[in-house]
T-cell receptor
Framework: DGGITQSPKYLFRKEGQNVTLSCEQNLNHDAMYWYRQDPGQGLRLIYYSQIVNDFQKGDIAEGYSVSREKKESFPLTVTSAQKNPTAFYLC????????????FGDGTRLSIL | AQSVTQPDIHITVSEGASLELRCNYSYGATPYLFWYVQSPGQGLQLLLKYFSGDTLVQGIKGFEAEFKRSQSSFNLRKPSVHWSDAAEYFCAVGAITSGGSYIPTFGRGTSLIVHP
């Protein structure tokens, strides 16, 4: 079955450490997105990518970085510059032509040790 | 810029009762509207979408939503709630950005609690 795989499901970060969250999709979708979810705040867009080798900042990009070297993969790095990284991170993908709904992975919960 | 308001943070209903979750949007043109559901620790699943045409939209799991342009609303309804419907519900409005990208904006969510 086609879908989006996020790994790991749980991740712990030490102070001053960078961590990378994986997102892989086999839906042949052009566009991919990263969201951060905090209780009571809904989903906030971190980065998105419409095509390979191109990505754009979302509303809360500071302290995060991404790459899009392959259509199937859109990893997110949470850098040490992100002072409050504890959150639930969701990856999504969609067709980029027209108004298409997003498909979501099951998320990665990141916590600070 | 578009925005979405879900006025109710929590909604509590009894199993078998009807349900209506409210969603109001702000967008200058014809909106593209979605409802998603999220179970604890999971990703979001699409319930239904409205792009154009009939303003009453049927979705999965027995849900429906009605687009009312005059009220800028897209409320989600279900005639009889099941205990398994307890989850977080998100309304979203999609719009094309000036750069040609499609980026949805999500509401803050409504948590549905179902009493037996």
């Amino acid at each position: 079955d086609g879908g989006i795989t996020q790994s790991p499901k749980y991740l712990f970060r030490k102070e001053g450490q960078n961590v990378t969250l994986s997102c892989e999709q086999n839906l042949n979708h052009d566009a991919m997105y990263w969201y951060r979810q905090d209780p009571g705040q809904g989903l906030r867009l971190i980065y998105y990518s419409q095509i390979v080798n191109d990505f754009q900042k979302g509303d809360i990009a500071e302290g995060y970085s991404v790459s899009r070297e392959k259509k199937e993969s859109f990893p997110l790095t949470v850098t040490s510059a992100q002072k409050n990284p504890t959150a639930f991170y969701l990856c999504a993908s969609s067709m980029s032509r027209g108004y298409q709904p997003q498909h979501f992975g099951d998320g990665t919960r990141l916590s600070i040790l | 810029a578009q925005s979405v308001t879900q006025p109710d943070i929590h909604i509590t209903v009894s199993e078998g009762a009807s349900l209506e979750l409210r969603c109001n949007y702000s967008y200058g043109a014809t909106p593209y509207l979605f409802w998603y559901v999220q179970s604890p620790g999971q990703g979001l699943q699409l319930l239904l979408k409205y792009f154009s045409g009939d303003t009453l939209v049927q979705g999965i799991k027995g849900f429906e939503a009605e687009f009312k342009r005059s009220q800028s609303s897209f409320n989600l309804r279900k005639p009889s709630v099941h205990w398994s419907d307890a989850a977080e519900y998100f309304c979203a409005v999609g719009a094309i950005t000036s750069g040609g990208s499609y980026i949805p904006t999500f509401g803050r969510g409504t948590s549905l609690i179902v009493h037996p």
